[in-house]
C-alpha cells in the first residue's frame, strides 16, 4: 500500500511527501533488479542515497505516480535492448556489430570478449567501446542468425 505522495515542483524535481507529511525533495527512483525485474523493487531515495519509500511494483501505484516514477528512471538510464544482430565486421576483436535494438539500428565497438557478461541464465549485458551498456534480455530467444553470431563470442 502507498504512503506518499509523488509530485514534480517548478524547478522539474521529484518530491515525495509522506504519511508524516514530511517533504523530500529530488527524490531519485532506484532499481533494485534492472534486467530481471524492471517495474518490481523501486527505491525512492533522497540525496545522499537514504531510502524513503519502496514501491514493491509499479503495477499496484497510481498512473500518476506511474508515469512520473517511469520518466525519471527513463531520464536517467540508456541500456537499449538487443533484438537482433544484423552482422559483424569479423569474429576478432575488436569487432564493429551491427544490430537492431528496440532504439531503432545501431552500430557498436565490442573490444573483447571479456565485454560481454552474463546475467543470469538467459540475459547478456554488452558494453560496447564507449561504455554503453546493451541488453539481450533472452539469448535463446532471439533469431537463429543472431544467435550463431552470439555463440561465436560466447
Excluded: C
Amino acid at each position: 500500500m502507498m504512503t506518499f505522495d509523488l509530485r514534480r515542483n517548478a524547478f522539474g524535481k521529484l518530491v515525495l511527501t509522506n504519511a508524516e507529511g514530511e517533504e523530500f525533495v529530488g527524490v531519485a527512483p532506484v532499481r533494485s533488479f534492472p534486467v530481471q525485474a524492471p517495474s518490481r523493487g523501486i527505491s525512492l531515495v533522497r540525496e545522499g542515497g537514504k531510502e524513503v519509500a519502496w514501491i514493491d511494483d509499479l503495477a499496484d501505484v497510481s498512473p500518476e505516480v506511474r508515469a512520473l516514477v517511469t520518466e525519471e528512471l527513463d531520464g536517467r538510464e540508456f541500456m537499449p535492448e538487443i533484438q537482433s544482430i544484423k552482422g559483424v565486421s569479423s569474429f576478432a576483436t575488436p569487432t564493429t556489430w551491427r544490430v537492431k535494438t528496440d532504439r531503432g539500428d545501431t552500430e557498436f565497438v565490442l573490444k573483447g570478449e571479456e565485454d560481454i557478461r552474463r546475467l543470469g541464465a538467459y540475459s547478456l549485458l554488452i558494453a560496447d567501446s564507449h561504455g554503453i551498456h546493451f541488453l539481450i534480455r533472452d539469448m535463446f530467444a532471439i533469431d537463429k542468425g543472431s544467435r550463431k553470431i552470439l555463440d561465436r563470442f560466447l
